[in-house]
Nanobody
Framework: QVQLVESGGGLVQAGDSLRLSCAAS????????IAWFRQAPGKEREFVAV???????YYTDSVKGRFTISRDNPKNTAFLQMNSLKPEDTAVYYC??????????????????WGQGTQVTVSS
């Protein structure tokens, strides 16, 4: 069982940066795959980035070169560094976890554990 708590969201201007954190409970955090998803109003939840236990990473095309996912296993925390933010990045950001890297890692249903979300709003 893993519990996830996101933090670090806020209201920023276009071009600014934010770093989201995902704090996890449990002694086996280092073995989990951690992903970030986001959901804008009226839209489906969408994949943003994922990092495996071996720090292999994947990103959705719209954030490549701007966002970086990382993890600090001793601190049971994962991060999403977001640079050059755009208004279209506005959404509630969720972290998710599963014990293995899912074959279809962009799919919401592949992840067993979810946080409550943190709001990111980017003004133009």
């Amino acid at each position: 069982q893993v519990q996830l708590v996101e933090s670090g969201g806020g209201l920023v201007q276009a071009g600014d940066s934010l770093r989201l954190s995902c704090a996890a409970s449990g002694r086996t955090f280092s073995r989990y795959t951690i992903a970030w998803f986001r959901q804008a109003p009226g839209k489906e939840r969408e994949f943003v980035a994922v990092i495996s236990w071996s720090t292999m990473t994947y990103y959705t095309d719209s954030v490549k070169g701007r966002f970086t996912i990382s993890r600090d296993n001793p601190k049971n925390t994962a991060f999403l560094q977001m640079n050059s933010l755009k208004p279209e990045d506005t959404a509630v950001y969720y972290c998710a976890a599963d014990v293995e890297m899912p074959s279809y890692y962009t799919r919401v249903r592949e992840y067993a554990y979810w946080g409550q979300g943190t709001q990111v709003t980017v003004s133009s």
